[in-house]
């Protein structure tokens, strides 16, 4: 991927090895620009999160690391934050970093797309699912403190799907996108997952193209080797979607480049 912009260390405490590995992976890979988005602390979950006193700590490796390897790859510094209302902090929101990504893990308490949790869906209405999933999403976008919507379709990581239409479901969060100027991520961790394909599904890429929203590519890798895994199979589905060109941001500020 020439753009990879979803990347984590071991400080969020379910990924592994050292940035460095994942920076020389991507250098191999061809990529030109790739950024760290590990997982922003809060006052929620922090089994699977860096914790506010970490922050430092992450932000001085990477831009160590940008400096290291200016000559061969432009490294960015980003965090993914969980959108969560009530436990979102302004130390992460404030921090200086080139962008946020915006990611929904959570409908109300239950985290849905972690395996530990699984067995909840055979007691929840679908479909009422998916729609309380989009409308944290259109409040994500509509909130505007993130440049990158995180994997948009998560919900179906397990393969309970919907019977409704999933554009019906997904409408009014792919506007509120689109009016935020957000970017979509196109995202390989799905091949990974049993939904064996990426977020997000063609269906809705087509859509957010014909809104001309932005998009940009993530290996969400959690180990070097993740990274730039399912290059071939990602860029064909962007194209298949009708995009030819993808985003990065540096200070926040959106650039574009053809890919």
Same mark, same amino acid.
């Given at each position: 991927m020439i753009v990879d912009l979803h990347n984590h260390t071991p400080l969020c405490n379910h990924a592994e090895g050292e940035p460095e590995a994942y920076?020389?992976?991507?250098?191999?890979?061809?990529?030109?620009?790739?950024?760290?988005?590990?997982?922003?602390?809060?006052?929620?979950?922090?089994?699977?999160?860096?914790?506010?006193?970490?922050?430092?700590?992450y932000e001085a490796e990477v831009?160590?690391?940008?400096?290291?390897?200016?000559?061969?790859?432009e490294i960015l510094l980003g965090y993914e934050v969980d959108y969560l209302e009530g436990h979102m902090d302004e130390r992460v929101l404030n921090a200086k970093v080139d962008y946020l990504i915006g990611s929904v893990h959570f409908i109300g308490d239950w985290g849905f797309d972690n395996p530990e949790f699984i067995g909840r869906y055979e007691h929840e209405d679908i479909d009422a699912v998916w729609q309380k999933y989009f409308d944290a999403i259109e409040a994500m976008a509509k909130s505007e403190l993130f440049q990158i919507v995180g994997h948009l379709d998560l919900i179906k990581v397990f393969k309970y799907m919907p019977t409704k239409p999933i554009?019906?479901? %997904? $409408?009014? =969060?792919?506007?509120?996108?689109?009016?935020?100027g957000m970017a979509l991520e196109l995202n390989v961790a799905g091949y990974r997952k049993p939904v064996a394909e990426p977020y997000p599904s063609l269906e809705l890429l087509q859509e957010a193209n014909r809104l001309g929203i932005p998009i940009t590519f %993530? $290996?969400? =890798?959690?180990?070097?080797?993740?990274?730039?895994?399912f290059e071939n199979a990602i860029v064909s589905h962007a194209k298949a979607?009708?995009?030819?060109e993808c985003v990065y941001f540096i200070d926040k500020e959106m650039h574009r480049i053809p890919f």
């Open positions: 920076i020389k992976a991507a250098i191999e890979a061809g990529s030109r620009y790739f950024g760290f988005a590990d997982h922003a602390p809060m006052d929620y979950d922090p089994k699977y999160r860096m914790g506010f006193a970490d922050m430092a700590r831009l160590r690391l940008k400096e290291s390897y200016k000559e061969h790859i554009l019906s479901i %997904a $409408s009014n =969060a792919l506007l509120a996108i689109k009016e935020s %993530a $290996s969400d =890798a959690h180990k070097p080797e993740q990274v730039n895994l979607a009708g995009y030819s």
